[in-house]
Structures are given as structure tokens and as C-alpha cells.
């Protein structure tokens, strides 16, 4: 069963570094879905999967994401 990690297991889960998943932390159109509990971050790895899966593949066109992006924002 998926649990939480903290910053350093998603950052090794992921391939990406601390500092990096830090700065989507707060990042205004992309944002880290973590929680802060007693002065540490963490992330359910189901909701970092999810984050994960919302930037474009290799080889997307850039317009493709655009589009996706604006649609959602249309429906809220």
C-alpha cells in the first residue's frame, strides 16, 4: 500500500532533487501536492504520481498542453 513520503524519499522515488521539488512547493501553476505537518513536508505518492503524470511527455507540443490547460480552467 502507497504511503507518505517526506521530501527526500520523493525526491529519490522521483528522480528529482529536494531543492527542485522545494521550489513546486509553491509554484503558481504547477504546485507540489504536499502537506506540512510538524515542520515537515510530506506527500502522499499517489498524489505524487498524479503531479507527476500532469507534465507534458517527451515530445508533446507545447500548444497541446496549452489547450488541455485552458479547458480546465474553463470548467472551474
Known amino acids: 500500500m502507497p504511503g ?5 524519499h520523493a525526491a529519490e ?3 528529482l532533487s529536494v531543492r527542485t521539488l522545494r ?3 509553491g ?3 504547477h504546485p507540489l501536492p504536499a ?3 510538524g515542520g515537515k ?3 502522499a505518492q499517489h ?3 498524479r503531479w507527476l ?8 507540443a507545447v500548444d497541446q498542453v496549452v489547450t488541455a490547460i485552458l479547458k480546465d480552467l474553463q470548467r472551474s
Open 47 to 49: 498524489d505524487l504520481d
Open 27 to 29: 509554484h503558481s501553476a
Open 13 to 15: 522515488y522521483s528522480c
Open 35 to 37: 502537506r506540512l505537518v
Open 53 to 60: 503524470q500532469g507534465f507534458p511527455r517527451n515530445g508533446e
Open 4 to 8: 507518505w513520503l517526506d521530501l527526500a
Open 41 to 43: 513536508w510530506l506527500l
Open 23 to 25: 521550489r513546486y512547493l
